[in-house]
């Protein structure tokens, strides 16, 4: 069938001919700073936005493009005049007859093309737009699942595969760099393929909408340089400078798919991450499960998901603290002011915050929880433990044990921390909860059906 694919990348492949635009086109495998005047014929399948920078020698502003052709890929970036005269003209997916432009070693800690060179383009570069008439296919190199195992981390590979199962969207929090603290979004899905071996393979950017949670037609997805990974087993992820085509018209993916329909899709599969096929984010667990599996008690904390439901939240004795806004330890009172004994200083109000302590139930027991703050105003239906400390003193315990009470039985999803603790002398299993979400009766049918489909039932 056709296909689609991702912000940009590939839809007619890649121009690799004169097409009648006068000169032949050099390859862009065959670029290099010694062959003098050179002419790109190729596909714009990554547009970076305008980044803004400084130096000794004052500052300025770049934006980087990656151009494909059927031999390769290479980055080029504008600086200054150049990139304000270019960022809004150059679309994504337009395929571009390029010349002009100084050719150097590329910078491989920011540049994932395939090329060892990088352009420097400047006032003598043009850049003609070119038809979609005559743009042969890009030419993929797929490597197997099972072969991925055997790879390096950050190797870049082409995959092929069947989409078994695909997880609904996720939230992520970039830890580093420029957009730190900002949240993004991925998909994360398990590929199959002829090898009888299934990976997971998370989808970032517009690819992630290329596939959808509960689709149960397995379609066929097909990745040029997407990077391998090492977290929690191997994986692989689609990086900027991927191209994801889905159902693709070509004969790797007709055979994949009439191979699957036939034969693979009742075949068990084995994942090169370890464990089996299918749950792809910490692994859920019921309640039962922590005591007769022993979570908690390794080396290493056990992470892992539940749902239930909040049954009890305990109200008695301490549930907050007093804290320093600024850097959240806690603080005593000091007079009418407060004292942070970590630092010495004295400040004039303190925030109070959530230590709360709280039983899940499921259809096979129940736990104590403990939730800190985010977690513990998730639960307290969205109030601070200022605010719930101001209604206790002005209206009184009766409003105060009410709020407790109509945040009982409510369902949701947990994410789990369980490690062994030690006091005085007798150990238990502590679990905190590291996120809380309201369950999404849609989101878990389509978990089900997909937990249905990898069993084979």
């Not at 190729?42 to 052709?69: H, P, W």
Request: some cysteine.
């Amino acid at each position: 069938g056709g296909f689609n694919q991702a912000g940009g990348r590939s839809s007619g492949g890649i121009l690799h001919k004169d097409n009648n635009s006068g000169g032949p086109a050099t390859p862009i495998a065959a670029i290099t700073p010694y062959g003098g005047k050179w002419t790109i014929q190729a596909r714009l399948v990554v547009k970076g936005t305008m980044r803004f920078y400084k130096n000794q020698k004052g500052e300025g502003r770049l934006f980087s493009i990656d151009l494909m052709d059927s031999s390769g890929d290479i980055r080029g970036t504008f600086f200054n005049d150049d990139a304000d005269r270019w960022m809004e003209e150059l679309q994504v997916n337009r395929v571009y007859r390029v010349q002009g432009g100084n050719v150097k070693p590329a910078n491989k800690q920011y540049n994932q093309t395939k090329s060892e060179w990088e352009i420097t383009f400047g006032r003598d570069t043009t850049f003609e737009p070119l038809s979609e008439a005559s743009a042969p296919k890009v030419t993929y190199n797929f490597v197997k699942i099972d072969q991925v195992e055997q790879l390096d981390t950050n190797t870049i590979v082409d995959v092929l595969g069947i989409v078994q199962v695909a997880e609904p969207l996720s939230e992520v929090t970039i830890k580093s760099g420029a957009n730190a603290g900002n949240k993004i979004s991925k998909r994360d899905v398990t590929i199959v393929d002829q090898s009888g071996k299934s990976i997971r393979l998370t989808l970032w950017d517009e690819a992630r909408n290329l596939v959808q949670d509960g689709d149960t037609s397995a379609p066929v997805i097909a990745i040029k340089n997407c990077k391998v990974g090492d977290f929690q087993g191997k994986n692989v992820s689609t990086t900027r400078s991927s191209m994801t085509e889905v159902n693709p018209d070509m004969p790797e993916a007709h055979a994949l798919k009439g191979w699957y329909d036939f034969q693979g899709k009742s075949a068990v599969f084995t994942s090169v991450g370890g464990g089996g096929g299918g749950g792809m984010r910490d692994p859920r667990k019921t309640i039962s499960q922590i005591k007769d599996e022993n979570l908690g008690h390794g080396d290493k904390p056990d992470y892992f998901t539940l749902r239930g439901w909040v049954s009890f939240i305990k109200k008695d004795g301490t549930w907050n603290y007093c804290a320093n806004p600024a850097n959240k330890k806690k603080v005593i009172e000091n007079g009418s002011a407060w004292l942070d004994e970590s630092t010495g200083t004295i400040i004039d109000t303190c925030e109070r915050r959530y230590i709360l302590g709280a039983v899940a139930s499921d259809h096979t027991g129940s736990t104590w929880l403990s939730a800190f703050n985010d977690q513990g105003i998730k639960i307290m239906g969205g109030r601070t433990a200022d605010e719930l400390n101001e209604i206790q003193n002005s209206e009184g315990d009766s409003a105060f044990n009410g709020i407790f009470q109509e945040n009982n039985f409510k369902p949701y999803v947990f994410k789990l921390r369980a490690k062994v603790e030690t006091w005085q002398d007798e150990s238990r299993v502590k679990c905190v909860i590291q996120d809380i979400n309201p369950l999404d009766f849609k989101e878990g049918s389509c978990e089900l059906l997909n937990l249905i489909r990898a069993y084979g039932v």
